[in-house]
């Protein structure tokens, strides 16, 4: 066979073949799915290997072949190149993505729609292929082409298998599944650090060393030993809600588990798992969290677990959303041609999956955000290889009530998604309305009709082809709060929780926007007796490393060892607490937050028992705004301030309104009740005017924002956005800008640069090569901001090169300014190690007006 260059050497001479490298990318496919439950393989179609081998047939091109001058003059073939003009995109296509799948499509025949899967190796989804245009005086296929993609095709259906002859299934679970393990298989087999790029390696030796790369980059994961729930959680019997699922996790299905905050939902979860891992019915687990935060905590939990359940230690790794940081898994990858920019960001994609969060997805093991999962079921970019990583796991997704109602639905989609990927899913919540537990089982396939119950806490079980389940469990011992209901100054609320402090007790302060957490913490700052209480402050905006050391330093403070040294605290918060932390606090006040919140918040309080506690009862107040009577619409918004921009005023109002008389609460007794008073539709018909005008308000938000979820979802038929964090996950608020804060950038020669981290560790930072060292620098000092509060300026090479997405940088002053090197205007932000990024007093928006959710990032 004729020699035709996959890729470039880093002096452009021609390296591998197309042949040898397709060769490789069929034998990863092969051992991969070699590694895949029984179940999910079952689903991938006869010759699923082939057609991964096939991904870059596409290759044997004049449009590709001609991006390298030097293997066209070795060829003879520059004066054929010029005169056919095959450099130029107008005469010739050069998109070898597109031309495998427009090669591979009529050889499957009325399975046609796999070749989708082979085309959207790069992250493009190509329904149309009638851009694929030649001028008339060309043929539409060279002999060349033709005869050296043919050659291809024989050695390949031989070696790995023939072509599949049935359709994909109509909702493409199937087709979506051989597109991730292609995708996936293609940037391992590029990995120049088991496959080189300068020659081939042969069939025997290939299949080898794709069996060794999985083995190196411990891809799988031990099996589960038979464990007693003491065994792997501590000599402790199980909660009745933790002996209920394990009694029913017996196959795969959607199992709904609602108990009140502290009575141990996250160990019931792992060992439901651990029974389905046992019995064979999964493989793998997904733990999802509403926020890195508690994604980092639980991470701890579970790698507990992990570590006494699994039988082979050798294989154990827990991947989470900063994993990668100490472990080294990124991929050695190179575009085919140094000039080429498609294949330079198809590199720095395929990369990026094994130097970022998104890790967490494809390990065995994984500990992240739910929003890496949900980016499977949104048209971004390899959304497809979310499905891959995901298949056939036990998926948790935990905190299910505190999405609104844009990622509700996707949360909805994804959940129908996994079931038919033959995953088992494990929705953990608190508060959880009847309403959407019903929407939750209808995903699933269940009979939504058939949700009667009121119980609580409840598992509800719905799994394909039984009736459903639901399971009133015993609730744990009664809590009994004492409420207080209050509209307080800000100086007022700290007098009254430092005054606690000193006498002893830990108290948190929970404000509903960074901004007025940054002000109490500086106020208590200013009020407090030196030494005599700890004060403390967390939330969104410290870089990741400083936000790991508040964690680790108050989450321990307060966690169930906490000091007993008899000195108080007062830890000022934002929503980064309210859920999935294992926190215990004497005294709490709260800002107004709706319902659902409140009760997460209260979850808190007294979590764990203690004969050391200072305090008589436990006390949890609301410091509300006065909500003027008979006000319009416009002066309730008005009244309710920045929470109102948070949340939905009208939920706000109907939360105030189930609170404002209480002076008591019993949990988990009284869950369900104010739950309902509050979303309900009891009282809605005697509710003022001004009230209905905002229910009107939202539900027309509810609406738009299923519609726009919904859209989202759709795959085909629209263009797939860049793979960036968070995107289509979250309602559209105001646009958000990754900023990383540095003490030092010093150029050191045209192309490379000194960067110093406010840790004050020290890399070399180069414009052409991507350094692991460099991109855990920048991701441990990333911190998101709104957009409107960044200067604009151009990215450096270096800072291109080892980010996802726009990013800007600032050095950090001695005063703690933010200076903006090149940037178009000057900036307004400062930082402090106490306080996290700020806005400086009077600073103006950069970009626009800000809009309604720009004051909240928790």
Known sequence: MQYFWAKTLSN?????????????????????????????????????????????????????????????????????????????????????????????????????????????????????????????????????????????????????GALPTAK?????????????????????????????NDRGLGDEASAQRARETLEKMRWGGGKMRSHSFSALFGDKPPYPLQEAIHEQAQRPGLYIVEGPMGCGKTEAALWAAHRLHEAEENTGLYFALPTQVTSNRIHQRVERFLAKALDEQANFRLAHGASWLSDKQALLLQPADAGDTESSEHVQEGRSWFASAKHALLARYGVGTVDQALQGVVAVKHFFVRRFGLAGKVVVLDEVHSYDVYTGTLITHLIRELLALRCTVIVLSATLTKERRAELIAAAGGDAEAVRSQAYPLLTVACAGEPLIEQAVEPPPERHLTLRYCHLEPQEVLQECLHRAEQ????????????????????????????????????????FFRREELEGEWLERLGTQRALDGKGSLLVATQVVEQSVDIDLDFIVSDLAPTDMLLQRMGRLWRHARTDRCGAVQEFWINAPVLPEDADANALKKALGKSGKVYAPYVLLRSAEVFASRTSLVLPTHIRQVLEATYGHQAEETEPSSWKELREVLRQDLEEQKALADSATKVLGQQSRKDAEGLLTRRNGAPTRDLILLSACERKDADHWQLTGLDGETVTASAFQWRFDVAKLLSRHLVRVPRYQVPRQDMPPWLKLHTHGPTSFALVQIGGDCLFPDAQEDGALAFCRCLGLYAKPGAKPIYHEPDDDDEFDD
């Not at 994909?168 to 080189?196: C, K, R, T, Y």
């Open 504 to 543: 002893g007790q830990h108290v948190l302060y929970l404000r509903n926007t960074v901004a007025e957490a940054q002000d109490a913490c500086r106020m208590a700052q200013g009020m407090s007796r030196e030494g005599r209480v700890e004060i403390g402050l967390l939330h969104s905006r410290f870089p």
């Open 168 to 196: 994909p299934q109509e909702d493409h679970e199937d087709l979506w599944l051989l597109a991730g393990l292609i995708a996936v298989a293609d940037w391992m087999g590029s990995n120049e650090d088991f496959f080189p």
């Open 12 to 160: 452009g001479d021609p390296g591998i073949s197309v042949r040898d490298h397709c060769l490789n990318v069929g034998c990863v496919a092969e051992a991969l799915m070699e590694r895949l439950p029984q179940k999910v393989k079952a689903m991938l179609p006869r010759g699923a290997a082939t057609l991964a081998a096939l991904h870059d047939v596409g290759k044997i091109s004049a449009g590709f072949q001609s991006k390298c001058s030097i293997y066209l003059q070795d060829a003879g073939l520059s004066d054929r190149a010029a005169a056919e003009r095959w450099a130029d995109p107008s005469f010739t296509d050069r998109d070898h993505a597109k031309i495998s799948q427009c090669y591979i499509e009529p050889h499957l025949g009325r399975a046609g729609r796999w070749a989708f899967a082979v085309g959207a190796h790069h992250g493009t989804i190509y329904t149309r292929l009638d851009g694929l245009f030649r001028p008339k005086d060309i043929p539409a296929c060279r002999e060349w082409e033709k005869e050296g993609r043919d050659t291809l095709l024989a050695e390949f259906t031989a070696r790995f």
